[in-house]
């Protein structure tokens, strides 16, 4: 086995970067997808809810009920749509889409408040359980406080004396943005990383261009060699940049020493060129290359905890998920920018990052020559 | 002298398609070998196990005096190969092309700038360096193709289909210059499917069905028919091949262009039966000659000697 030559991956890997940076829309791919990619994650993907469609039933229409009905529109998470005295046109509302929320005050509420306890009703459109379950969580927090103040005012706690003050660290206002920007970051990268890496090799077979650098001194390393190392130059680039985009853009706060981040980056592109090295193996055409790279994407962004929690899943998928690279570069670009942690907490993700890009490059290499000489 | 390639039962199976099987043959330094046959016949496939790119099944290639399955890196760097499909770079310029192919084989520096000018000279493209090479005409193309399968300046060159494609004049051109390349003494393996090609090689192959049939020069083939050749003219080829295929004077009846050639048994019966058979079934007889038969002619016969059909 000879050892590989500077010179011939020199030649390959400048020839590769002309290709790369030649094609317009290779040129778009690279540096412009991600960024739109980001601003489109930044401002469209927001699981926040703002000035909810709500429409109220007040049937006891007494200071009292209309001091409740003030807080929950104070706090700008709901917007009154409509009004009546008749249930029935709660339901037309919420069958028509005209409002997601409804509040029901009885007959009664103020005095009974009075007493010492009463209840309101609040129904919401299940079928988007997604902004339902949000609503649900500011209504009940708003009743609370409402509870709370009506208490103080009378001297007293009410009933148990326990108040729950939540307060969310990293991101003090729940914003999804913050929670989500930098866990773009992360797919984005590795979606490039795949694609450039496994249409590198099975662009130069459907062109056949290949069976001219095989039949020539080009070894096996040195074609895999100079089919990655642009892709990981261009890898490092697109994070660096949009990285510096949340950072700077959308305000995401980066806590964490940069370096830490640097050093995940650099196992995470790893395990992209494996895996798109490996889908090369595996495919003759552009075709099959896209078909393999999105049947592996699509289940790695649904188990890395991107969009579901992983804790919420069943055991076997949790398990699963620890093969996943994307799982363990989200947790640690989440941690490093949210929570400034850093190797000491977070070395279980490098060293599960670092098994996995080894394992599956050795894959990779093992499978190449069967793929290129038949 | 050792011989240049040397290959003994070559057989490459894919599956149970047998696409070259048990091949042997030598070919000598400074030679023109080619490799005549259809599309199917396994000239690819050989080129393939001769140049590293496929593994045989059975049987040994020697390449340059090396093992192609055991030393491919020191075979690899004393063959020039250019593919029937166009294989190199289109988004690259002439220039980048030919640096990277100077790159990959080690030529570098005042080499590489005199082997660059020589390539572009060669192919007329001096004032096309910078040009990308998709924006080549077809025949710029494979000159070029060429220019970078002999940059190196490799002892022997493997050419498959090189002019495929290509109109009759730069056709002319491109085999002017493998002479140039065979005097200069490269050994040039080329297969071709065309059989006017077929006549400037020092030596033919002709292959079938991914078996030898011939080896041997062009004029000694023509030698090996001796069979009667008859040229017919006629009205409607198609049925006069038809009519006259099961008539038992007629060993083979072929269709050659707007022609029909006729493979004999007896000259004398031949033209007095076959003008008779022709009016009978209705068709003409324009002209009926005895002609020198062409290789095309010569294949068609082997491959009916062979007891088979030709493929495509």
Redesign the interface.
């Known amino acids: 086995m ?1 050892l590989p ?1 500077p ?2 991956i ?3 890997v ?2 590769e970067f ?2 790369l940076f ?2 317009p829309r290779t040129r778009a791919v690279i540096f412009v997808a991600p960024v739109i990619q980001l601003l489109m994650f930044g401002y469209a993907v927001n699981t926040d809810i703002r000035e909810t469609a709500t429409f109220l039933i007040d049937h006891d229409r007494t200071l009292e009920s209309r001091k409740l009905v003030d807080a929950f529109r104070a706090t700008g998470y709901f917007e009154v749509v409509g009004r009546s005295e008749r249930p029935l046109d709660l339901v037309r509302a919420l069958d028509h889409g005209d409002a997601l929320v409804g509040i029901e005050i009885p007959k009664g509420f103020a005095r009974d408040l009075a007493a010492g306890g009463t209840s309101i009703q609040l129904i919401l459109d299940g079928a988007e359980s997604n902004s339902a379950t949000v609503a649900q969580g500011y209504a009940q927090r708003i009743v609370q406080r409402f509870a709370l103040e009506r208490a103080r005012q009378r001297g007293a706690l009410p009933s148990g004396g326990i108040e729950l003050r939540t307060r969310a660290w990293y991101n003090p206002n729940l914003e999804s943005r913050v929670y989500n920007v930098p866990a773009v970051v992360g797919v984005i990268i590795m979606l490039m990383c795949l694609l450039l890496t496994s249409l590198a090799v099975v662009r130069e077979r459907e ?3 290949l ?9 096996h390393q040195e074609l895999m060699l100079s089919k990655t190392l642009p892709v990981a130059v261009v890898g490092v680039i697109d994070l660096t940049a949009i990285a510096l985009i949340a950072v700077f853009w959308f305000d995401i706060p980066i806590r964490g020493f940069p370096p830490t981040l640097f050093l995940a980056a650099l196992l995470y592109i790893l395990s992209g060129l494996a895996v798109g090295l490996l889908i090369s193996t595996i495919s003759r055409t552009q075709q099959e290359a896209f078909m393999s790279m999105f049947l592996f994407l699509q289940p790695a962004i649904i188990l890395s905890g991107f969009f579901y929690p992983i804790e919420s899943m069943p055991s076997v998928f949790r398990w699963v998920t620890l093969l996943n690279p994307v799982r363990h570069f989200l947790e640690i670009i989440r941690a490093v920018f949210l929570k400034g942690e850093g190797l000491a907490t977070l070395w279980p993700q490098y060293v599960a990052l670092a098994i996995i890009a080894v394992a599956v490059l050795r894959l990779a290499v093992a499978r190449f020559p069967k793929s290129i ?2 | 002298m050792p011989d240049a390639v040397s290959v003994r039962s070559l057989t490459r199976r894919f599956g149970d398609f047998v696409a070259v099987d048990r091949v042997s043959f030598d070919v000598a330094e400074g030679e023109i070998f080619g490799f005549l046959g259809p599309n199917g016949a396994g000239k690819t496939t050989t080129i ?1 196990m001769l ?5 045989p099944t059975e049987g040994q290639a020697i390449v340059a005096g090396h093992d192609v399955a055991r030393e491919v ?1 020191i075979v ?2 004393n ?1 020039g ?1 250019m ?1 029937q ?8 310029t002439v220039e ?1 092309n030919i ?8 030529v ?1 520096g005042a080499r590489l700038t005199a082997r660059r000018d020589w390539i572009l000279e060669m192919a007329g493209l001096s004032h096309h360096r910078t040009r990308l090479t998709a924006e080549l005409s077809l025949g710029w193309k494979q000159r070029l193709a060429l220019g ?1 399968a002999v940059l190196h300046e490799p002892p022997i060159l493997f050419l498959d289909e090189p002019t495929s494609g290509v109109d009759p004049v730069s056709r002319r051109n491109f085999w002017d210059l493998i002479y140039d390349f065979a005097e200069a003494g490269t050994t040039v393996f080329v297969s071709t499917h065309y059989m006017e090609e077929a006549e400037y090689c020092h030596r033919l192959a002709l292959m079938n069905r991914g078996r030898l049939i011939a080896l041997d020069r062009p004029d000694r083939l023509r030698g090996a028919v001796q069979e009667p050749l008859l040229e017919l003219r006629t009205d409607n080829p198609a049925r006069a091949v038809e009519a006259l295929r099961e008539h038992p004077v007629v060993l083979e009846a072929a269709m050659f262009g707007r022609a029909v050639h006729l493979l004999v048994r007896d000259r004398d019966r031949a033209m007095d039966e076959v003008p008779r058979v022709l009016r009978s079934a209705g068709l003409a007889c324009e002209a009926l000659e005895v002609i020198p038969p062409s290789l095309e002619d010569v294949f068609v016969a082997l491959v009916r000697r062979e007891g088979g059909a030709p493929v495509g």
């Open positions: 000879t030559s010179m011939r020199r030649e390959m400048r020839k002309r290709q030649r094609d062109f056949g261009t069976d001219q650098l095989v039949v020539s001194p080009l070894t000489a038949a | 393939k140049t590293g790119l496929l593994r890196a690899k760097r063959l190969y593919s499909q166009f294989s190199l770079y289109a988004d690259l980048e640096r990277l192919f100077g790159g990959l084989y080690g570098t970078c």
